[in-house]
């Protein structure tokens, strides 16, 4: 009797289920011989590029991994503790343990921790899930004249006060010295005119950063104090400390260091995707926009790996940034490849149109990358830092 030869069948953890590692997830199962797990601490897909609209009831910002995750992907709901790369394990939270041929570390970003006086204690975050339900009920609690304060005039600030001014809440933004720093002129011009016929107060200038946070209030650095009776902070981002915690190389913020082909320094069965991804020292800017072909190139790496071929450097480029400016307008500032604005934007309601069909393609592009594994294509040509100082080399 004729034996039938084993199958070895290659486990692959995946870490994080935001955009990078669902669309990583799909991507590998353009193989059959691999048993992929993705490992998360909520058991629904998170929508982040629609938190803002969670905290007005605009959208409730989830989506039901059903829908998102292809056949035969196993979703355990759990946080990953330490990764130990000498015996391929990870540890959970749970307890329990999970084992790995490969693993891609895709654990996402959340908010920094605020550094003025009283911020961490009195200060909204929104980066997270769990922070936009916790301000949408503060919003719902407040009296309809209640001052609200927005820290931080960039792509979150704008979005989350331009809601709350849509449904009629008295809203202000402390911004620093620009507002909307990473589009250009023309761009911000649309958006401070829209800002402002929504009736959002806008400070901006040297001296328009917050000092100190209290229950009732806001006090700047020029000595002024606005009062506040919910202050949402929306500066900055961070990452989690597993890596680090691990033993595993990082950079400055705490993301995974690796090198162009998104594998790790310290190990080529880890490959890391999305905003906890340092490629060669040079992380690109934490977005969706780069979230997704991170995830695929990161789930080429480890095919590669599995097929004995060379891996690919990392190559994908920018086409623009997407800021929704209440539910009525929106402004889409066009880019060239390495992400800087060019002259060119869409405002008004064009822009609004856009950036929602972005926001429901992104879905569906994971989706379909969940019925068909590698029907996924991303825009690709920028010189990436490393790759020029390596043609020099």
């Known amino acids: 009797?004729?034996?039938?030869?084993?199958?070895?069948?290659?486990?692959?953890?995946?870490?994080?289920?935001?955009?990078?590692?669902?669309?990583?997830?799909?991507?590998?199962?353009?193989?059959?011989?691999?048993?992929?797990?993705?490992?998360?601490?909520?058991?629904?897909?998170?929508?982040?590029?629609r938190l803002h609209q969670l905290i007005t009831g605009s959208h409730d910002a989830v989506v039901d991994y059903r829908r998102l995750l292809g056949e035969g992907i196993r979703l355990v709901i759990d946080g990953a503790i330490r990764i130990d790369a000498t015996t391929r394990t990870v540890a959970l939270a749970s307890g329990s343990s999970l084992d790995y041929d490969y693993l891609i570390y895709a654990v996402g970003s959340t908010g920094s921790a605020p550094k003025a006086?009283?911020?961490?204690?009195?200060?909204?975050?929104?980066?997270?899930?769990?922070?936009?339900?916790?301000?949408?009920?503060?919003?719902?609690?407040?009296?309809?004249?209640?001052?609200?304060?927005?820290?931080?005039?960039?792509?979150?600030g704008i979005e989350t006060a331009s809601e709350l001014a849509e449904i009629g809440r008295a809203v202000t933004v402390v911004c620093g010295p620009i507002l909307g720093p990473s589009v250009g002129e023309g761009a911000r011009r649309s958006i401070a005119k829209r800002l402002a016929k929504l009736g959002v107060r806008v400070l901006v200038g040297p001296t328009?950063?917050?000092?100190?946070?209290?229950?009732?209030?806001?006090?700047?650095?020029?000595?002024?104090?606005?009062?506040?009776?919910?202050?949402?902070?929306t500066t900055g981002f961070g990452v989690p400390e597993l890596a680090a915690r691990s033993g595993l190389s990082t950079d400055g913020l705490g993301r995974l260091l690796t090198d162009e082909t998104l594998t790790s320094i310290d190990d080529d069965r880890i490959v890391a995707a999305g905003d906890a991804a340092s490629p060669s020292n040079q992380p690109l800017r934490m977005s969706c926009q780069a979230a997704l072909p991170l995830g695929a190139q990161a789930a080429n790496t480890v095919l590669s790996r599995?097929?004995?071929?060379?891996?690919?450097?990392?190559?994908?480029?920018?086409?623009?940034?997407?800021?929704?400016?209440?539910?009525?307008?929106?402004?889409?500032?066009?880019?060239?490849k390495d992400d800087t604005p060019r002259g060119l934007y869409l405002g008004g309601r064009t822009g609004a149109l856009v950036k929602e069909a972005v926001c429901k393609g992104t879905i569906s592009l994971l989706t379909r990358e969940a019925r068909k594994p590698g029907a996924y294509w991303w825009m690709k040509g920028s010189d990436r830092p490393a790759q020029r100082q390596s043609a020099r080399s």
Not at 208 to 233: C, F, K, N, Q, Y
């Open 306 to 336: 599995i097929a004995g071929t060379e891996p690919a450097p990392l190559n994908q480029a920018f086409t623009g940034q997407c800021i929704s400016v209440g539910r009525g307008a929106g402004t889409i500032q066009i880019c060239h």
């Open 1 to 49: 009797m004729t034996k039938t030869p084993t199958i070895h069948r290659t486990r692959i953890v995946v870490l994080g289920g935001g955009y990078a590692g669902v669309l990583a997830a799909n991507h590998l199962r353009q193989r059959d011989d691999v048993d992929i797990t993705l490992v998360n601490a909520r058991p629904s897909f998170v929508e982040r590029i």
């Open 117 to 156: 006086a009283g911020a961490a204690e009195f200060a909204y975050p929104i980066a997270d899930l769990e922070h936009a339900e916790v301000l949408r009920e503060a919003v719902a609690a407040a009296a309809p004249d209640a001052p609200i304060v927005v820290v931080g005039g960039g792509l979150t």
């Open 208 to 233: 328009a950063s917050v000092t100190t946070v209290t229950h009732e209030s806001v006090a700047l650095a020029d000595g002024r104090t606005l009062p506040s009776a919910i202050t949402m902070w």
